[in-house]
């Protein structure tokens, strides 16, 4: 990937631990694509005072000297992080929305991803969604990929596969070949993973629940060989069929590899090329142990696939 078509990584960047977690994936990202990287750091806009339309103009140059300096960290963080600093733009943006200004940012710069961590609260090694990520995850015009808390400390030397959690929908090539898109930007081998859910204890006490079950995974295979059928007769894509008593028991029982990125899609009544979890990617965005891509609705169309690029 490279040259004036190639699309920009965004990465949201904050001077705390979140910041440095999605500095860590981004720079991976970029690495793997050979792609450029843009660093944006969004800042309140100062109110009005002193009647319509003024503003302390000591406070307007603190809050914009404050957002330099936090993107001169994060650039010499990414040098650190062997990106070189010829491939690294940084933006400040104010706005009241972090994630609404990270999505005004991407728009602007024709950035093809934006890349945030977890929100602080969560649990270390999984994602939790705060307010940034619950904004661009409601309404990006592009793909979104999240790092989980504490990925800064354990992050791997390069990332290494792409898991695309798949169930059979309506429209489903779409979705298929923007994953596999990204998989080949990054030049990552491709696995397809469909989580079957089993009532808790149901399927242990009752023959025909066991046989309901059987038939389940049986289908899922199905879909799964499919679903592996639209990619084409490229490199043979990996296919796992998961069974447990939520999203999160059958998700931990998939193995992730050090390097691994979980792509999973929005909800089939997004609007069209809108980011917007629904439940159950929700669930799986906070169970997974490992960066998750999200994808758009509709984000297959004239996608990377063919051009190994990431999509815009």
Known sequence: MSGPDTMRILVGYSPDDRGE???????LVARGAGAPL??????????????????????????????????????????????????????AHPHRGSGRGLAEVAGDIGAGLIVIGSAPR?????????????????????????APRGYA???????????VAYW????????????????GALGLPLRLVTLVLRPPGLA??????????ERQVAQADEDLREAAGFLGGGTPVERLTSVGTGIDKALGGVDMLPGEVLACHSSHDAPLRKVFLGESSGKIVRAAPCPVLVLPRGAGSGGPAGR?????
């Open 21 to 27: 977690d999605a500095l860590a994936l981004a720079a």
């Open 38 to 91: 843009a660093v944006a750091h969004v800042y309140p806009p100062p109110w009005p005072a002193h009647g319509p339309g003024r503003v302390d103009a000591e406070w307007v140059a603190f809050l914009r000297n404050q957002a330099d300096e936090a993107l001169d960290r994060g650039a010499r963080r990414l040098g650190e992080l062997s990106v070189p600093r010829d491939g690294i733009t940084v933006h």
């Open 122 to 146: 969560g649990r270390r090694g999984r994602i939790a969604i705060g307010s940034t990520a619950d904004q661009l995850l409601h309404g990006s015009p592009v793909p979104v990929m999240l």
């Open 153 to 163: 400390g354990h992050a791997p030397g390069g990332l290494e596969r792409m898991t």
């Open 168 to 183: 059979r929908r309506r429209e489903v090539e779409e979705p298929l070949r923007a994953a596999a898109g990204f998989a």
């Open 204 to 213: 242990a006490r009752f023959q025909a629940a066991r046989g309901m079950l």
């Open 308 to 312: 190994r690029e990431l999509p815009g």
